[in-house]
């Protein structure tokens, strides 16, 4: 008798356990955020005292993080430009998603070669850096690229390498002209 109580015992123990480690490993995000699959990045520059405005759209119809499209962002030399991101999930932007979680994201801009300055970039609750939304300036007659990633969850939003998952990572070539 006491042999089928303890196997009985034992084998109760191995449901519970085995219940819950399913359980924990089907636990969703703790944010309660569904992840998105970014399919295109438009960026939206309207010269400021000026008549330039125009929309540049890279894609990655399938979301593999290789963009089939990448267009050359022409812009006018000596220009300051109010810029916005567009981000999207399909034919839905996600703007509203990722603002709504700005303390965990970043946007960054890494210009090489382009007379380009990207400054006062929107912030996030905190004060710190944001950057959906910034001012481009540019200068004289230039060719180069300008590199923009989604870092989610960065570990230091000031610092030159912010860490966390990038979301996104797509580099457009820049001619001022």
């Known amino acids: 008798m006491y042999n089928i109580k303890m196997r009985i015992h034992t084998l109760l123990l191995?449901?519970?356990?085995?219940?819950?480690?399913?359980?924990a490993s089907c636990k969703k995000?703790?944010?309660?955020?569904?992840?998105?699959?970014?399919?295109?990045?438009?960026?939206?520059?309207?010269?400021?005292?000026?008549?330039?405005?125009?929309?540049?759209?890279?894609?990655?119809?399938?979301?593999?993080?290789?963009?089939?499209?990448i267009p050359s962002v022409d812009i006018p030399a000596n220009t300051v430009f109010n810029v916005q991101v567009h981000v999207y999930d399909g034919d839905q932007e996600i703007n509203d998603e990722i603002a709504?979680?700005?303390?965990?994201?970043?946007?960054?801009?890494?210009?090489?070669?382009?007379?380009?300055?990207?400054?006062d970039r929107d912030l996030d609750n905190d004060g710190?850096?944001?950057?959906?939304?910034?001012k481009w300036t540019t200068g004289a007659t230039s060719t180069g690229?300008?590199?923009?990633?989604?870092?989610?969850?960065?570990?230091?939003k000031n610092a030159a390498d912010p860490g966390g998952e990038i979301d996104f990572d797509v580099t457009f070539l820049v001619k001022v002209q």
């Open 100 to 119: 709504a979680e700005k303390n965990d994201h970043l946007f960054t801009y890494q210009v090489t070669g382009a007379n380009l300055t990207v400054s």
């Open 128 to 134: 710190k850096p944001f950057g959906l939304g910034s």
């Open 14 to 23: 191995l449901v519970v356990i085995t219940a819950a480690l399913f359980t």
């Open 145 to 156: 690229n300008l590199q923009i990633k989604l870092h989610h969850e960065p570990t230091d």
């Open 29 to 69: 995000d703790d944010n309660n955020t569904e992840e998105e699959l970014i399919t295109k990045v438009e960026v939206h520059l309207v010269g400021v005292g000026s008549s330039f405005d125009k929309n540049f759209e890279a894609e990655d119809p399938d979301g593999d993080g290789i963009w089939n499209t």
